[in-house]
């Protein structure tokens, strides 16, 4: 390895070894220019490494309400891969990423994919197709880095001894305690006596809700006035509107996402529900950035987005979010969401690993030991850091902050972000969520 | 004349049952049939064929053949078959997750169980009704049953549950195999059972309760004038139906190790059921299995290789209904009969590209006529 100096006048040995000791994880955490444009990724190409690029495919939502989400996602997962073929690859090799609609056909998706002969799968969104993959994941042994599909329970209680299956976005234990912690941040615990909630009638609007319950009792005592669940991919969400509005709960919390929570904040905003509460939370309302007019996010509205918001760090502190923000606009014309992140960060876990293992071992690794690598592995984004616990489940921190409207992006901002780390709003190893938020 | 051959009108037929009889041409696909059918895991090992996918299009097709009971005898036609399959699916999960039972056979005994009391019930409710009342009401059960699963706890909502009591997969034949095993062992089971659910179809259709449900379809009120029971036998038509559905649902439940609402209950899963009947051929016995695993095939794999996968799935649907109004193993005599004509008379070739020309002509014309008619009105 050289040890030139970029333009900065960074050493460049000094960079790489902050950074995780190789030109890839640098690149991918958004600071490729620190290399000077030297295009050597030093001893990682180095050792018995196939000469074919990487296989990998990614399931998501491409169509339908869904693919708000989803399609973020692939913009994510497109945008890592090409950051790491202009930086030489993984080791040397280019990734070939295939992408598929999820569907309904996660078990279907990913068996095709290994069939084909993919070395790496990344996704799902949903939280019901990611937990019928797992055991199929472990059978077939090839991994899978889940983009969301962030179900509390899976690796916590369903499948603790996983091996090939990872998961990178925050799971909803952390969005969802991060949602009643902003509760009483803003409004203070004694303040809140009463709360409601509207979510999407399926696994994951329950367990956000419970989630959230189980938290805002714990921090601040409150009693539930209110619950009710529209279904997903509802037109009218008036009832429930109404019958917040009859309560007059302190917090309303929605975990209602996409076109959803468009509409609720439409209707919400309609029939003034933001005048007959003091605080709506909703953990995944940034992620309809791109959706919201400006007349929809009066009041006090405070949304979540994950484990990435684009601002925080302030760009002007964090270059590498700015320069994401600002190749994201230019190839796509949308603001990155947290959703975004997700695929992103699924494919940096996995190749920041596969490059280290390289270097380890001095030849590409097997699935076996790739997928050891990944536990405990840490890496940087344009987020900030994250990590992969010995659990499978990706530790990032937690964003919320006041929904606004910009004029000079013509979209949705956050205000006064909280960043929540993760030992703030999830349990530590070997306790599930719901007996550590019991105990507290 | 061996005991399997029978003459007739100067033809030889094969009858490797009493009361079946095949021409040779039919015999010898029958044959190559069964032997494609039982080289799937090899066939699939040396091929870019998906074993799990075909395995998946023959339990469907399974669930089929049910339906066609109704649809080719009875002249009805449920838009609610997924009903069935997904009560077999989930009768198969709920004993596997919520009572740990290991068993694979007790699971699809369990789930065959769900799927036919359901039919039962919803048979009773439904036999009475004809044309689009039968097939809304039938639409109607299967979205109820859909909407209770989904919002449950006990079914897990939408997440749905996971067919591994323990943890591990199901014990087959009493033996508990590691993955590839069980996944062959459980196609053959699969075999085994479709084998023997095609033969039990086939006595029913040419028993003289299948004579009767013939009559039913063809014309309701004379059958209930020469003394047929039409809504019980209805009744037992559906209920049969609905047990193929639950055993095809309940072997899914096996194959898949995870039961979700969407894949096995929502109602456009009792219209794909419904179009592979079409698709293999109304007419025929086996051809809703065929249909089945050329329509799985494209709704699980087609995404990975065109773009616009829903429209080859709709444009498939429409080549069958304009061109093989019989499904593609009802018109495969048609087609053998068509090839061979014009293997003996090449003019004839001559005269398809006439009549393909002309039909185009006189499509573009009408076409023509209706903007000139839209854009400056009739006159």
């Known amino acids: 390895m050289t040890g030139g100096s970029s333009p900065d006048g960074l050493n460049r040995r000094d960079a790489l070894r902050v950074f995780g000791g190789s030109a890839l994880a640098l690149a991918l955490a958004g600071c490729a220019e620190l290399l000077g444009g030297d295009d050597d990724v030093g001893d990682a190409e180095e050792g018995d490494v196939p000469d074919e690029p990487i296989e990998a495919g990614l399931q998501t939502f491409r169509e339908g309400a869904p693919a708000v989400l989803g399609v973020q996602a692939e913009y994510g997962a497109e945008t890592a891969v090409g950051r790491i073929n202009d930086n030489g690859g993984v080791a040397g090799r280019?990734?070939?990423?295939?992408?598929?609609?999820?569907?309904?056909?996660?078990?279907?998706?990913?068996?095709?994919?290994?069939?084909?002969?993919?070395?790496?799968?990344?996704?799902?969104?949903?939280?019901?197709?990611?937990?019928?993959?797992?055991?199929?994941?472990?059978?077939?042994?090839?991994?899978?880095?889940?983009?969301?599909?962030?179900?509390?329970?899976?690796?916590?209680?369903?499948?603790?001894?996983?091996?090939y299956s990872f998961r990178f976005q925050n799971h909803d234990v952390m969005e969802a305690l991060a949602a009643a912690v902003e509760a009483v941040e803003i409004l203070g615990a004694d303040e809140i006596d009463t709360y409601a909630g509207i979510n999407p009638n399926y696994a994951f609007g329950q367990d956000e809700m419970e989630i959230f319950s189980l938290g805002i009792q714990q921090l601040a005592d409150a009693e539930e006035v209110y619950s009710g669940f529209p279904d997903l991919g509802a037109d009218d969400m008036s009832t429930h509107v109404t019958n917040v509005n009859s309560e007059e709960p302190d917090v309303v919390f929605t975990s209602c996402w996409g076109g959803d929570a468009t509409l609720l904040l439409q209707q919400a905003q309609?029939?003034?529900?933001?005048?007959?509460?003091?605080?709506?939370?909703?953990?995944?309302?940034?992620?309809?950035?791109?959706?919201?007019?400006?007349?929809?996010?009066?009041?006090?509205?405070?949304?979540?987005?994950?484990?990435?918001?684009?601002?925080?760090?302030?760009?002007?502190?964090?270059?590498?979010?700015?320069?994401l923000f600002d190749e994201v606009r230019e190839e796509y014309d949308v603001i990155p969401t947290a959703h975004f992140m997700s695929g992103y960060g699924a494919v940096t876990a996995?190749?920041?690993?596969?490059?280290?293992?390289?270097?380890?071992?001095?030849?590409?690794?097997?699935?076996?030991?790739?997928?050891?690598?990944?536990?405990?592995?840490?890496?940087?984004?344009?987020?900030?850091?994250?990590?992969?616990?010995?659990?499978?489940?990706?530790?990032?921190?937690?964003?919320?902050?006041?929904?606004?409207?910009?004029?000079?992006?013509?979209?949705?901002?956050?205000?006064?972000?909280?960043?929540?780390?993760?030992?703030?709003?999830?349990?530590?190893?070997?306790?599930?969520?719901?007996d550590w938020i019991e105990g507290w | 004349m061996s005991r399997f051959t029978v003459d007739r009108d100067g033809e030889t037929y094969v009858r490797p049952i009493?009361?079946?009889?095949?021409?040779?041409?039919?015999?010898?696909?029958?044959?190559?049939?069964?032997?494609?059918?039982?080289?799937?895991?090899?066939?699939?090992?040396?091929?870019?064929?998906?074993?799990?996918?075909?395995?998946q299009g023959i339990l469907f097709g399974l669930a089929a053949v049910g339906l066609n009971l109704l649809l080719r005898h009875t002249e009805l036609v449920s838009f609610g078959h997924a009903a069935f399959f997904g009560a077999g699916a989930y009768g198969a999960a709920v004993l596997a997750h919520h009572y740990a039972v290991s068993s694979g056979l007790v699971l699809l005994v369990g789930g065959v169980l769900v799927a036919t009391v359901v039919a039962l019930v919803v048979g009773y409710l439904v036999a009475g009704y004809l044309d689009i009342y039968f097939a809304l009401l039938t639409l109607a059960f299967n979205q109820v049953l859909f909407a209770f699963v989904l919002q449950s706890r006990y079914f897990n909502f939408n997440d749905g549950l996971a067919v591994r009591p323990e943890g591990t997969r199901p014990l087959l034949l009493g033996l508990e195999l590691s993955p590839g095993a069980y996944s062959v062992i459980l196609y053959y089971v699969?075999?085994?059972?479709?084998?023997?659910?095609?033969?039990?179809?086939?006595?029913?259709?040419?028993?003289?309760?299948?004579?009767?449900?013939?009559a039913i379809g063809q014309d309701r009120t004379r059958a209930r004038f020469i003394g047929i029971?039409?809504?019980?036998?209805?009744?037992?038509?559906?209920?049969?139906?609905?047990?193929?559905?639950?055993?095809?649902?309940?072997?899914?439940?096996?194959?898949?190790?995870?039961?979700?609402?969407?894949?096995?209950?929502?109602?456009?899963?009792?219209?794909?059921?419904?179009?592979?009947?079409?698709?293999?051929?109304?007419?025929?016995?086996?051809?809703?299995v065929v249909g089945g695993v050329v329509l799985i095939y494209l709704l699980r794999l087609a995404r990975f290789y065109v773009e616009y996968y829903h429209a080859l799935t709709g444009i498939v649907l429409l080549v069958v209904v304009f061109l093989l109004p019989k499904g593609v193993l009802g018109s495969l005599p048609e087609i053998g009969d068509g090839l061979a004509r014009r293997r003996r008379e090449p003019g004839l070739l001559r005269e398809d590209a006439g009549s393909v020309a002309e039909s185009i002509r006189d499509g573009a014309g009408r076409a023509v006529s209706t903007v000139r008619i839209v854009v400056f009105g009739v006159k």
């Open chain 2, 18 to 55: 009493e009361g079946l009889e095949l021409t040779r041409r039919q015999a010898a696909l029958g044959l190559v049939g069964l032997v494609l059918l039982l080289a799937v895991p090899d066939i699939t090992r040396v091929t870019p064929l998906s074993f799990s996918i075909i395995h």
């Open chain 1, 270 to 323: 309609a029939s003034d529900m933001l005048e007959n509460t003091e605080l709506v939370v909703g953990p995944v309302l940034y992620g309809s950035a791109n959706d919201y007019e400006e007349g929809d996010l009066e009041g006090p509205i405070h949304g979540g987005s994950r484990n990435f918001y684009w601002d925080q760090p302030a760009t002007d502190q964090w270059t590498p979010a700015a320069d």
């Open chain 2, 229 to 288: 029971p039409v809504e019980r036998y209805v009744w037992i038509a559906f209920t049969i139906s609905g047990l193929y559905g639950g055993v095809a649902g309940g072997l899914f439940a096996l194959l898949q190790l995870h039961v979700r609402p969407e894949p096995v209950l929502f109602v456009f899963v009792s219209g794909e059921i419904l179009f592979m009947a079409i698709l293999g051929g109304v007419g025929t016995l086996v051809g809703p």
């Open chain 2, 190 to 214: 699969t075999v085994a059972f479709l084998l023997v659910m095609l033969f039990a179809m086939w006595k029913i259709v040419n028993s003289p309760f299948g004579r009767a449900l013939d």
């Open chain 1, 94 to 163: 280019e990734i070939e990423l295939d992408v598929v609609e999820e569907g309904d056909e996660h078990l279907e998706n990913y068996q095709q994919f290994v069939d084909e002969g993919k070395d790496v799968t990344f996704g799902p969104i949903s939280s019901g197709g990611h937990e019928a993959m797992v055991p199929e994941i472990d059978d077939r042994g090839v991994i899978n880095v889940a983009t969301d599909g962030t179900v509390t329970t899976l690796y916590e209680e369903d499948f603790p001894d996983t091996t």
């Open chain 1, 350 to 434: 996995w190749a920041t690993a596969a490059d280290k293992a390289v270097r380890i071992l001095g030849r590409w690794p097997e699935q076996d030991e790739l997928a050891a690598m990944l536990e405990e592995h840490g890496f940087f984004t344009p987020a900030g850091y994250h990590t992969m616990a010995t659990d499978h489940q990706g530790y990032s921190n937690a964003h919320f902050g006041e929904l606004a409207w910009s004029d000079e992006l013509d979209a949705a901002v956050l205000e006064d972000v909280n960043v929540y780390a993760p030992e703030e709003v999830s349990p530590p190893p070997g306790t599930t969520s719901r």
